[in-house]
């Protein structure tokens, strides 16, 4: 497979998240409808929280297998381990003293902070941390194709695909209704910053493999979605609905895992 074979299939699993954006637009007051969405939304991440996690410490398990099996060295083990440690812990508690200064800011009202509502900053959080995770993915593509294994990678690109059309929807729903609408440009660049990620692993995962860097990006991946988790369950409760939240959430968690399943299923 070709360099621009493979870097075509990581623009297409990065585009798919374009497709639920519009969301973003949606005319409404209903305050049912906004917080069905922002449930919604909470299961989408809760099962990237998850997807996240568990890629990110495989590699760590299977290096601390090695050491222990005298098949490889503890020093691996610690790098990896430190990776993943520092990785979520520094997003995370970066993203949690950067709310405090902008707060700190928008009490001063300046101009290039105001502009942004609450749940358009909440969205771009949002897509911070989906286009971390689609980098890790955009790597697995890239990896894959490089090596040979192009099955792999369209079945990569097919299961990542479908997961960036939920992610899409997830990133918007905090805008959802609310007023001014966000416009094209916005949710054009709320596209780029979490699709183009995925564009951008696989440029670097055919080029150059890394295990090191994978757990990095995921664990940085992990902190981010983390901290908007915190932040959307504070939203779903402000809404007092918790049974149409429960359901929205429960229905967000099957979007995940179903698109997983998939992604399972056409690679067995």
């Known amino acids: 497979m070709s360099t621009s074979q493979i870097l075509l299939l990581g623009a297409i699993a990065g585009a798919t998240i374009f497709l639920g954006l519009p969301a973003g637009r949606t005319r409404t007051t209903d305050v049912r409808l906004r917080a069905g969405l922002s449930a919604v939304a909470t299961g989408i991440l809760l099962f990237l929280l998850w997807d996240v996690l568990s890629h990110a410490v495989e590699p760590v398990e299977g ?3 090695a050491a222990v099996d005298d098949e490889g060295g503890w020093g691996r083990f610690a790098w990896l381990a430190a990776l993943l440690t520092v990785g979520v812990v520094f997003s995370l508690m970066a993203l949690v003293y950067y709310e405090q200064w902008v707060n700190d800011r928008r009490a001063r009202r300046p101009a290039h902070v105001s502009r942004l509502n609450d749940g358009a900053h909440l969205a771009i959080l949002i897509a911070t941390g ?118 929205g959430l429960l229905g967000g968690l099957v979007l995940g895992f179903g698109t997983d399943f998939v992604l399972a299923a056409v690679g067995g």
């Open 63 to 65: 290096a601390l297998t």
């Open 130 to 247: 989906i286009g971390l995770h689609n980098f890790a993915e955009g790597l697995a593509i890239g990896q894959s194709a490089a090596s040979g294994e192009t099955s792999l990678a369209i079945v990569l690109v097919v299961g990542f695909a479908l997961h960036n059309a939920t992610e899409g929807f997830g990133i918007v729903a905090p805008m959802a209704g609310e007023t001014p609408r966000p416009s094209w440009e916005f949710l054009f660049l709320l596209g780029l910053i979490g699709g183009g990620p995925t564009f951008v692993g696989t440029l670097i995962g055919q080029a150059w493999t890394s295990e090191a860097l994978s757990v990095m990006f995921l664990a940085l991946a992990a902190g981010s979605i983390l901290y908007v988790l915190l932040e959307l369950f504070n939203v779903n409760r402000g809404f007092g609905m918790k049974p149409l939240v429960t359901w």
